[in-house]
């Protein structure tokens, strides 16, 4: 099969952004070229790489196929330019992806661990959504990712080889209040009264729902304030500006001002929080990482 490192490289990022403009943006090329590199090895492979719909491209049977070869030939590329430029080896290095609340309460002290422990270890971290980590880990851009999941708690996919998951703790949601407003005494709410309180959430995306307003209420939410980062949610709460869902694992994150109640008269909403990893071989830099992992996991969940 006559295939081009750059095709290899197209069909990499491809897979991993999901969409060929984010493909073609992350690589600095235009559309049109991604295009032509996909149709090309399309052509070279003899069969289709990638299905279309309407949010973006879909990898194959045949395209996972080619993709879990493609990611050993660009390692064996990569690991071969540093050797021939004179660069150490990167033995010590792993890339950590992960859900943006598990960053402040679950990623930081684990690294913060790992530096005390094995400072030679060096992690590079990622946030993102589920499916953007999925693939980064199907591409190799990623060796571990956190991951959180609501009942029933499938796969992550459907790929094969499967990927490795393993459950660290389970939580309930929580609602997080102002400490002087209309529930400043209670311990918990129902459904009914938080319905109509001006919510903050997540801005909408197509790889992830709106994130903030408690799932399943009656009626059309008020959003009245977005925002991705959970830390300024979490102060616009304090400020009294509207309420917002929480894990109570963000407890140690809370600021001043603010109150986690929960939500009675309904069916508790549960979140798992998982360590995924490919099916790749492990890496002594890896493991450590994984088992720092668990260990503030397992402190979060005493």
Same mark, same amino acid.
């Given at each position: 099969m006559d295939v081009t490192l750059v095709g290899l490289r197209v069909l990499r990022e491809v897979a991993e952004r999901g969409t060929i403009t984010a493909a073609a943006e992350a690589l600095g090329y235009t559309q049109s070229a991604v295009s032509r590199q996909v149709a090309a090895l399309e052509q070279a492979a003899g069969a289709r790489l990638f299905d279309r719909h309407p949010n973006g491209v879909r990898l194959t049977t045949a395209g996972r196929a080619l993709l879990r070869h493609a990611v050993v030939a660009l390692e064996a590329l990569d690991a071969a330019d540093r050797e021939l430029r004179g660069v150490a080896a990167e033995d010590g290095r792993v890339r950590l992806g992960f859900f943006p609340s598990a960053g402040a309460v679950l990623v930081a002290p684990a690294l913060a661990t790992l530096r005390r422990e094995h400072p030679h270890i060096r992690v590079s971290t990622r946030e993102g959504a589920t499916p953007s980590l999925v693939r980064a880990l199907r591409t190799g851009t990623l060796d571990v990712a956190l991951l959180s999941s609501r009942p029933p708690h499938r796969s992550p996919d459907t790929d094969e080889p499967p990927l490795h998951v393993e459950p660290l703790f389970e939580t309930c949601l929580a609602v997080a209040v102002p400490a002087s407003g209309r529930f400043a005494e209670r311990d918990s709410v129902t459904a009914e009264e938080i319905a109509g309180e001006p919510w903050i959430a997540s801005p909408a995306r197509r790889e992830e729902p709106l994130l903030g307003v408690w799932p399943g209420l009656p009626?059309?939410?008020?959003?009245?304030?977005?925002?991705?980062?959970?830390?300024?949610?979490?102060?616009?709460?304090?400020?009294?500006?509207?309420?917002?869902?929480? !894990? =109570?694992?963000?407890?140690? &994150?809370?600021?001043?001002?603010?109150? #986690?109640?929960?939500?009675?008269?309904?069916?508790?909403?549960?979140?798992?929080?998982?360590?995924?990893?490919?099916? !790749? =071989?492990?890496?002594?830099? &890896?493991?450590?990482?994984?088992?720092? #992992?668990?260990?503030?996991?397992?402190?979060?969940?005493?």
């Amino acid at each position: 099969m006559d295939v081009t490192l750059v095709g290899l490289r197209v069909l990499r990022e491809v897979a991993e952004r999901g969409t060929i403009t984010a493909a073609a943006e992350a690589l600095g090329y235009t559309q049109s070229a991604v295009s032509r590199q996909v149709a090309a090895l399309e052509q070279a492979a003899g069969a289709r790489l990638f299905d279309r719909h309407p949010n973006g491209v879909r990898l194959t049977t045949a395209g996972r196929a080619l993709l879990r070869h493609a990611v050993v030939a660009l390692e064996a590329l990569d690991a071969a330019d540093r050797e021939l430029r004179g660069v150490a080896a990167e033995d010590g290095r792993v890339r950590l992806g992960f859900f943006p609340s598990a960053g402040a309460v679950l990623v930081a002290p684990a690294l913060a661990t790992l530096r005390r422990e094995h400072p030679h270890i060096r992690v590079s971290t990622r946030e993102g959504a589920t499916p953007s980590l999925v693939r980064a880990l199907r591409t190799g851009t990623l060796d571990v990712a956190l991951l959180s999941s609501r009942p029933p708690h499938r796969s992550p996919d459907t790929d094969e080889p499967p990927l490795h998951v393993e459950p660290l703790f389970e939580t309930c949601l929580a609602v997080a209040v102002p400490a002087s407003g209309r529930f400043a005494e209670r311990d918990s709410v129902t459904a009914e009264e938080i319905a109509g309180e001006p919510w903050i959430a997540s801005p909408a995306r197509r790889e992830e729902p709106l994130l903030g307003v408690w799932p399943g209420l009656p009626g059309r939410p008020r959003v009245r304030h977005t925002a991705r980062d959970w830390l300024t949610k979490l102060h616009l709460v304090a400020a009294g500006a509207g309420i917002t869902t929480v !894990s =109570p694992a963000l407890l140690p &994150a809370v600021p001043p001002g603010v109150r #986690l109640v929960t939500v009675e008269g309904v069916a508790e909403e549960l979140r798992r929080v998982s360590l995924v990893r490919s099916s !790749s =071989p492990d890496t002594a830099a &890896a493991n450590a990482l994984v088992r720092t #992992l668990r260990q503030e996991a397992a402190n979060l969940a005493d």
